[in-house]
């Protein structure tokens, strides 16, 4: 079955870096487009970054310049580099499955059990 992982949250200053990760499984990888979702403290899901199968990207314009969503279609990962880190990044980070190819996503099919990002002084 479609299982993902993600690791590399943690606790950091702001201006920190983070890079997370996500170990995806159970599906064919490459033939969909992946997302990193967000939820802040008392907020909901909101989109962050999402990467088409062929490596087009797209970002939430909060985290454009900052955030550097990539792939590897040979090890079926997908990375999130989170630099110049803000209070308002906080939140459990998640790695998502789209239903389809395109940096468009379309509907998120499966999420990680998500990192906790913390950006504090």
């Known amino acids: 079955q479609v299982q993902l992982v993600e690791s590399g949250g943690g606790s950091v200053e702001p201006g920190g870096s983070l890079t997370l990760s996500c170990a995806a499984s159970?599906?064919?990888?490459?033939?969909?487009?992946m997302t990193w979702v967000r939820q802040a403290p008392g907020k909901g899901l909101e989109r962050i970054s999402t990467?088409?199968?062929?490596?087009?990207?797209g970002y939430k314009s909060s985290v454009k310049g900052r955030f550097t969503i990539s792939r590897d279609n040979g090890r079926d990962t997908v990375t999130l580099q989170m630099k110049y880190l803000k209070p308002e990044d906080t939140g459990v980070y998640y790695c998502?499955?789209?239903?389809?190819?395109?940096?468009?996503?379309?509907?998120?099919?499966?999420r990680g059990r998500g990192t906790q990002v913390t950006v504090s002084s």
């Open positions: 998502g499955k789209c239903s389809e190819e395109l940096v468009t996503c379309g509907e998120i099919e499966k």
């Open positions: 990467i088409s199968g062929g490596g087009t990207v």
């Open positions: 159970g599906f064919a990888f490459r033939r969909y487009a």
